[in-house]
C-alpha cells in the first residue's frame, strides 16, 4: 500500500479529496471538524483514527499541536493521512513515510507511530538543550525574571509534550487487537523510553526552577532585611535630631545638653548596628 499525504488544504480542497476517496459521511464530519478527539473508528469499507504530533517551533521555542485523521482501506487501497496545521512533520519524513512497507493496518500504525516517537525524542533533546542553556545564564548570574520566563516555556512545553503523549498511549490501546506482539512490544518499547526522557527533562526543569526560586526568596529575604535595618536606623536618627533641634532652638538650655544629645544619638546608631550585625 502507498501512503497519500493532503497537508493544509483550504476547505474546498479537502472536499474535493473526500469526495475522491469516497468516505462515509461519518468520517467526512470527523475529518472537517476542528479539535476532535483521539478516536478510533472502524466501517465496513475503511479504518479511520484522529490523534495528535507534536511540532517543535524554533523561533518561539514552543510546543504546536497537529491533528492527524487517517482513512486505512479495509482492502486493498492507499492510506491518506490529512494534517492541517502541519509545519515541518511531514516535510522533514517525507522520505521515511514514502519508503514505509506495510500490509496491514496493524503494520502501518508501528511504522507511522515509531516515526512519531522518533521525533518526540528529537524534541526532547531540544527541550533539554535549551535548559541547559537556561541553566548556564542561571550560573553566570543572568537576569533572574528572563531565566525563569525561558524555564517555564521549557516545562509547559513538556506538559504539553506529555499531554499528547497520553492521546498516543490510549490511541494504541484502541487499536491493540489489530497488532501482532512483534508491533505491541516494540511500540511498548519506544513508549516506555520516551515516557523515561519526558520524566528525566520535566525533573531537571523542576529541579533548575527549584533552585532558581530558593536563590530568588533567600535574596529577597536578605533584601527586606537590610531595609528594615536601615530604615529602623534612620527612624532612630530622625528622632534624636528632631528632639535636638527642639531643645536647640529652646533657649531656656545651656549648649552642653546640645552635645550631650548629639552623643546619645551617636550611641544610639552604634547600638543598632550591632544589634542587627549580630542577628545577621
Do not use: W
Request: glycine share 2%.
Amino acid at each position: 500500500m502507498n501512503i497519500n499525504l493532503h497537508l493544509n488544504l483550504s476547505d474546498s480542497e479537502l472536499n474535493s479529496v473526500l469526495k475522491k476517496i469516497d468516505v462515509p459521511d461519518s468520517i467526512k464530519s470527523k475529518i472537517t471538524a476542528e479539535n476532535s478527539r483521539v478516536e478510533f473508528k472502524e466501517e465496513e469499507e475503511h479504518l479511520f483514527m484522529i490523534f495528535y504530533i507534536p511540532e517543535y517551533n524554533k523561533t518561539t521555542k514552543a510546543i504546536d499541536t497537529v491533528e492527524i485523521n487517517i482513512v486505512f482501506p479495509a482492502k486493498e487501497g492507499s492510506v491518506d493521512v490529512f494534517a492541517n496545521n502541519s509545519t515541518y512533520f511531514f516535510e522533514k519524513y517525507s522520505q521515511e513515510i514514502a519508503q514505509m512497507n506495510f500490509k496491514t493496518f496493524g503494520g502501518f500504525f508501528e511504522k507511522f507511530l515509531s516515526l512519531v516517537f522518533e521525533d518526540v525524542s528529537r524534541i526532547v533533546s531540544h527541550i533539554l538543550g535549551d535548559t541547559d542553556e537556561i541553566r548556564k545564564e542561571y550560573l553566570y548570574k543572568s537576569d533572574n525574571y528572563k531565566v525563569i520566563r525561558h524555564l517555564t516555556n521549557a516545562e509547559i512545553n513538556i506538559s504539553s509534550l506529555k499531554l499528547i503523549f497520553a492521546n498516543q498511549n490510549k490511541l494504541i490501546e484502541l487499536v491493540d487487537d489489530y497488532m501482532n506482539k512483534t508491533q505491541q512490544s516494540s511500540l511498548n518499547y519506544k513508549k516506555t523510553y520516551l515516557e523515561e526522557e519526558l520524566n528525566y527533562a520535566k525533573e531537571f526543569c523542576e529541579t533548575l526552577m527549584n533552585s532558581i526560586n530558593t536563590k530568588f526568596q533567600v535574596r529577597t529575604s536578605d533584601d527586606l532585611y537590610r531595609f528594615n535595618k536601615y530604615a529602623f536606623m534612620t527612624f532612630i536618627s530622625t528622632l534624636f535630631l528632631t528632639l535636638l533641634i527642639i531643645y536647640r532652638d529652646d533657649i531656656t538650655h545651656k549648649s552642653s545638653f546640645f552635645i550631650t544629645g548629639v552623643g546619645l544619638v551617636i550611641i544610639s546608631m552604634l547600638i543598632v548596628i550591632v544589634f542587627f550585625r549580630n542577628k545577621k
